[in-house]
Nanobody, 124 residues
């Protein structure tokens, strides 16, 4: 089971760190992707990280502002978000794949199960 946390309301230009925890203690066997979904829009890939953490990828819209990392011993993947913009407002979800993906990682079809999500609202 994946559980996201860290969402909330943040001002434009602010920062937020999201966490994705695996309560089944399988994190060391999972590729993790962060996605987001705004009202009326399709789920969009934001970033992903391979099992070892050696491979990552980011959507063009967040490159240079978001950073993904993981600690398998803590069963946690983080998404550090900086210089947030209004258009970053969405429900952020993490997805898990039971294989080690070494490239792309931003497609919903690549993941086997999902967390419930955490809301991030960027507003002044």
């Amino acid at each position: 089971e994946l559980v996201e946390s860290g969402g909330g309301v943040v001002q434009p230009g602010g920062s937020r760190r999201l966490s994705c925890e695996d309560h089944g203690f399988e994190m060391g066997d999972l590729t993790i992707g962060w996605f987001r979904q705004a009202p009326g829009k399709e789920r969009e890939g934001v970033s992903y990280i391979s099992i070892s953490g050696d491979h990552t990828n980011y959507a063009d819209s967040v490159k240079g502002r978001f950073s993904i990392s993981r600690d398998n011993a803590k069963n946690t993947v983080w998404l550090e978000m900086r210089n947030l913009k209004a258009e970053d407002t969405a429900v952020y979800l993490c997805g898990a794949a039971r294989i080690d993906r070494l490239n792309y990682g931003l497609g919903t079809w690549e993941y086997d199960y999902w967390g419930q999500g955490t809301q991030v609202t960027v507003s002044s």
